[in-house]
């Protein structure tokens, strides 16, 4: 049966319409997952020395331990934005003799084959043997590393449940991250050590094999409540009830300025709104709002006269966030009813530019909302506002052209479980050599002039992008009506 | 063969199927009529669980289908293109059914033998997929593959829409010989009167949920329904 099933998604993907697309990205996705563990193994590899070198504690195992609670709550969070759900088309195969609990087992094991459930391993691995297993045994050492993974891989059950059971909600996580901040806070001011509180559990699984008894017994229960919740929602039925405030949803009286394209736009506003999916996009923007927290905050930035160069990234993170995400799957949001703008008269230009008004217009509000930011220093400002036009102006059009190349199509209306593809790390990764451009034309310039010379480049860019927007447009639209097609029926074919 | 009890479906407040109680023997011919939104397709989806009841159960030879899962090998269904693999070829989608069934390479071919007329040479060995065929012809493929596998029962949602006359026929013809041999119960929905009074045994008409007749004489079927549906 597995084996079927295998072969099943073996062909699926080989015979999609949009496989040379899916292939660069796994290809793209492979290389960097490839890099980044490689990183992490060499981070494993010098962590003892790291540990000795900078804080040089009585025991560097006890000092890792008292630590290792912030490895599980960053994992947390890491898991909710990289981890992705199961999907499975559980229509074809209900009606069939094929057992359930068969289905939603092979579903469970396949999310577990993932570079994520290795990650500590190669984090703490190398620690366990050239640190553990000289003070204290290679058998603690083993206990002990079973036990960092043992904890590691329930997250990764507990995640699979969670993410299906809340369907991404925006609140729940951030409870967690206020959470984590709390725990952060709370030990840097020295009010409750939750480090130290959790410490002695690992450093229990150095003397003896309860813990990691215990932690096993503990996966073996996260497993099965993530079972259980999918084996008893394993039907055709959408898992929670639609909530109702996406029903009526505001016009903005603004959009029917601009004509057709702005009465488009606030169609796609109303498609935003009512699919879980694209409001998951939406909370995401506010989500990356808070990000510059994390940058402007941390003094290791801070420098007396210039702009540290992660800034630009957070800029365009800020203000972008949007067009980067919601603009990569640019047509596939309107897969299910590309036909309906082909048929219209002048529908598909209309669609085209009507997207770009919407984009525009979140990454404006983006903008006004990361105000607040000039707390910081007015250099915040300045980069926001550059960054700000530069999306307006260029990254806006790269991303849709990139979008176009092969768009894959998506049923927004599936609303069963194991159909809600949320947010992955696909989505985040084919952000990166977008996020590249900037720099290659900040980065000379800040060197060879100076800092706000890079700025103003970046801005003036941008602004040359906005004058030149009709023109710039219209090579994605085109782009489009040359091959609707092609697009139109890929769409049809695959949904 | 197929027992329902109290079965109650409610959408929110709305009540979309309320049937208190209806049995259907072995080898009997449902058909169930009634206008859009009237349940049909519901009902058919909890009788194989693909939706759950809100109240009642269904049972099939006696098991519950909400609790187990050996009715499935008994029950064969065709409801709509999503129970399709549509980015296999027919001949693919056959052989993967023949390994979740298992059965063997000669199971296969004489079942597909059956359905040779009904295919008229546009599915088998013909290197598209499932996905680029005609409606007509998807429904062809997955209503060969809702009997494969020696089902007890059959379900199919509109088995006659999209197909042309000539398919309608011999459909009907498939239908009643493998009644007449193997003893399929067969439970149809179907818009189309004719077809329906003509091989079903007995008729149930749906409105807004609830069962209001059942039809099971066969000499006054047809003027009851057409006096229903006022078409004079």
Known sequence: MIKTFIQLELLKRLRSTSFARSLAIGIFLAFLGLLVLAYLLLMGLALNYLISEFFSPADNTVFLNSYLVFFFLFEIIYRYFIQQLPVFSLEHFLHLPVAKSGIIHYLLVSSFISPLTILPLLLFGPFAIMEIAEVYGSVSAGVWLGSVLLTSWTIHWVMLWFKQRFEDSFVVILVIFCLLLLGSGSTYLGWLDIGAFFEPIFTFALESA?????LSMVMVLSYFLCFAFYRQNAYLEKLSEEDQFALNSTNFGILSKFGL???????????????????????????FLLYGLIFYTNPMYQTVDGIA?????????????????????????NSSMFDFFIFQRKGLEALVKGKYLLFMGISLACFLLS???????????????????????????????FALWKP??????????????????????????????????????????????????????????????????????????????????SFRQEL | MIKIEKLKKIYKDVTVLDIPQLTIPKSECFGLVGNNGAGKTTFFRIILDMVRA?????????????????????VGAYLDEHMLLPYLTPDEYFDALKKIY??????????????????????????KYIRDLSKGNSKKVG?????????????LDEPFENLDPSSQIRLKKLILEEKATNMVTFLISSHDLNHVTEICDRIVLLEKGLAIKDLQEKTTMSSELNAYFNVF
């Open chain 2, 102 to 127: 298992s059965l063997s390479n000669q199971d296969l071919e004489v079942h597909l033998d059956k359905f040779k007329e009904l295919f008229n040479d546009e599915i088998l060995g013909k290197k």
């Open chain 2, 143 to 155: 209503i060969a593959a809702a009997m494969l596998g020696h089902p007890e029962a059959v379900l």
């Open chain 1, 261 to 287: 394209a702005g009465e488009m736009a606030s169609l796609e506003w109303k498609l935003i709104l009512r699919h879980k999916k694209s409001r998951t996009y939406l909370t995401i923007c506010l989500f």
């Open chain 2, 54 to 74: 809100t109240e009642g159960q269904v049972l099939i030879d006696d098991e519950d289908v909400s609790k187990t899962e050996q009715w499935k090998s008994k």
């Open chain 1, 371 to 401: 105000l607040p930011y000039v707390f910081f220093g007015w250099e915040v400002l300045w980069v926001h506002l550059a960054t700000f036009l530069f999306n307006l102006g260029i990254t806006i059009h790269l991303v849709i052209y």
């Open chain 1, 309 to 333: 160069n992660i800034y630009i990234f957070v800029g365009i993170f800020v203000t972008g966030i949007f067009i980067l995400q919601y603009g990569q799957l640019f047509l596939s949001w």
């Open chain 1, 408 to 489: 894959k199509p998506m049923d927004l209306n599936k609303g069963a479980i194991f159909n809600y593809e949320g947010v992955g790390i696909a989505q985040f990764l084919m952000i990166i050599p977008i996020l590249g451009i900037p720099y290659l034309i900040y980065l000379p310039i800040s060197i060879l002039v100076s800092d706000y010379a890079g700025l103003l480049a970046l801005a003036l860019l941008g602004l040359g992008g906005l004058i030149a927007f009709p023109k710039l447009s219209d090579i994605s639209v085109k782009k489009v009506l040359r091959n609707r097609y092609e697009i139109s029926s």
């Open chain 1, 210 to 214: 309860v813990p990691v008894v215990l």
